[in-house]
C-alpha cells in the first residue's frame, strides 16, 4: 500500500487488498502517515494507520484510494490502454502538473498561482518556453492532434 501511495492513478483488480499492518508490528507506517490522509478522508486514514484493517477493492475505490477496479483478466489491459494514453501526452506538461501540485500541498492558492503566472517553478518556465507549447496551440487551433517532442 505504501509503494501505491506513490502513484498518481490506481488501477486494482477486484479481488485488490490493502493494508497498513504496521501497527501490529510496534512500528509506524511512516510514508503512509504522512500521504495516507491527504488521498483519503482523515477519518478512514486513521483507523487504518491505528487498527491495520484491511480494506478491500470496493472500499477502497469508495474512499477514493483507488481510480478503478477492474477483472482481474482486464487489469493489464487496462494498464496498458492508459500507459499508451499517458505516453501519447505532452511530457512536459506532465512535468509541470506534478510540480505545481506537490508545491500546492504546502502553499495557499494565491501564492501558486502567483508562482506559475511569474514561471517560478523550473517545470512551468521551460513548458512555457518550449516548442511543445507552440505546437499544443497550433494544433489546437488547426483542429489536429500535437506532436509532442518533449523539447
Not at 17 to 34: K, N, Q, W, Y
Request: proline share 4%.
Amino acid at each position: 500500500m505504501e509503494i501505491a501511495l506513490s502513484a498518481d492513478m490506481i488501477l486494482a483488480a477486484e479481488h485488490a487488498t490493502f493494508a497498513l499492518p504496521e501497527i501490529r508490528s510496534g512500528t509506524v507506517a511512516d510514508a503512509a502517515s504522512i500521504k495516507l490522509p491527504k488521498r483519503i478522508p482523515y477519518h478512514i486514514a486513521m483507523d487504518m494507520l491505528f487498527t491495520g484493517r484491511w480494506l478491500d477493492a470496493t472500499e477502497a475505490n469508495r474512499w477514493g484510494f483507488v481510480n478503478e477496479i477492474l477483472a482481474a483478466d482486464k487489469l493489464m489491459e487496462r494498464a496498458w490502454d492508459l500507459a499508451r494514453l499517458l505516453e501519447s501526452g505532452p511530457p512536459l506538461v506532465y512535468a509541470a502538473i506534478k510540480e505545481v501540485v506537490r508545491a500546492a500541498e504546502g502553499e495557499d492558492f494565491q501564492t501558486t498561482m502567483n508562482k506559475i503566472t511569474k514561471r517560478q517553478f523550473k517545470t512551468v518556465d521551460i513548458l512555457y518556453s518550449s516548442e511543445d507549447q507552440l505546437e499544443g496551440a497550433k494544433a489546437f487551433a488547426e483542429k489536429r492532434d500535437p506532436v509532442w517532442k518533449g523539447k
